[in-house]
């Protein structure tokens, strides 16, 4: 009896183990292939653009003020009040160039999320989905989760994700 259930203890890991299906993937891999990202990048690159020529417009009107300070800043017979101004105006429109900066790159982060996360759901339901089909207990995504070692007793599922994609 003592020796069967030893027995038992030593085998249950390894049968056990050859029921657990485990699979890799490499979302990232699937993401770069999805036409979707393509189209979402150039939306992307023209939303940058727009708030460039913003941007630009904004630092001609700040070199506008910095030429317009220039002038009076040493000349003595200028107003004290009218010199204060003038740097007052610069100061002003630096501070417009930075608030849209910040404005410009949070609505980027906005932009990138809104475009970028159905295409994510749309591959995490594909993984799931072949996950499933394949009988997979465990997929790592190897993009996401950082594995020390892949042997021959996984499969790697990134063909038949992308082919669920119709990639």
Do not use: W
Request: net charge negative; with cysteine.
């Amino acid at each position: 009896m003592k020796r069967f259930l030893i027995a038992t203890l030593v085998l249950l890991p390894l049968t056990l183990a050859a029921q657990i299906k485990i699979a890799v993937v490499n979302s990232l891999e699937v993401f770069n292939a999805m036409p979707e990202k393509i189209e979402a990048e150039k939306s992307l690159q023209n939303h940058s653009k727009q708030l460039q020529q913003e941007y630009l417009k904004l630092q001609d009107e700040f070199n506008k003020k910095f030429a317009d300070y220039q002038a009076v800043a040493n000349d003595k017979d200028i107003a004290e009040t009218i010199r204060e101004r003038r740097l007052q105006e610069l100061n002003t429109e630096d501070k417009k160039i930075q608030d849209f900066q910040k404005s410009a790159t949070a609505e980027i982060d906005k932009e990138r999320t809104r475009l970028m996360e159905p295409i994510n759901e749309k591959i995490q339901t594909a993984i799931e989905s072949v996950g499933e089909t394949e009988g997979c207990a465990i997929v790592f995504d190897t993009a996401k989760t950082p594995v020390a070692h892949t042997g021959p007793y996984n499969e790697d599922i990134n063909p038949k994700v992308k082919a669920h994609l119709g990639l």
